[in-house]
Nanobody
Framework: VQLQASGGGLVQAGGSLRVSCAAPVRIFSTHTTAWFRQAPGKEREFVAA??????????YYADSVKGRFTVSRDNAKNTLYLQMNSLRPEDTAVYYC??????????????????WGQGTLVTVSS
């Protein structure tokens, strides 16, 4: 399964942007879904996630985006979203969506996800 991320672009600091991630099959209702990002010269880092299964619907955020970003998904449309508000230059990165049947303690760990999108570039200018 290949996820398709879209919606990236150039935005000024303080602005908003929503990125989306579509799947060709219905996996979001059965898999934990997440967003990660990777800035130039840096390692991929966790951004946000929505759990599935027993703790379905619970969301998790990195401290750096808490209160500014919102992760959501539409299971009927097989689409994951990341609404990003109050963007900062340090949010500039390629944003990747991921899906996996992860255990709770691995929600923020990239290696726990087996399905990835190709990434979409978000650039925040100062």
């Amino acid at each position: 399964v290949q996820l398709q991320a879209s919606g990236g672009g150039l935005v000024q600091a303080g602005g908003s942007l929503r990125v989306s991630c579509a799947a060709p099959v219905r996996i979001f209702s059965t898999h934990t879904t997440a967003w990660f990002r990777q800035a130039p010269g840096k390692e991929r880092e966790f951004v946000a996630a929505i759990r599935s299964g027993g703790s379905g619907g619970r969301t998790y955020y990195a401290d750096s985006v808490k209160g500014r970003f919102t992760v959501s998904r539409d299971n009927a449309k097989n689409t994951l979203y990341l609404q990003m508000n109050s963007l900062r230059p340090e949010d500039t990165a390629v944003y990747y969506c991921a899906a996996g049947q992860t255990i709770l303690s691995s929600t923020t760990v990239a290696n726990a996800y087996g399905t990835w999108g190709q990434g979409t570039l978000v650039t925040v200018s100062s």
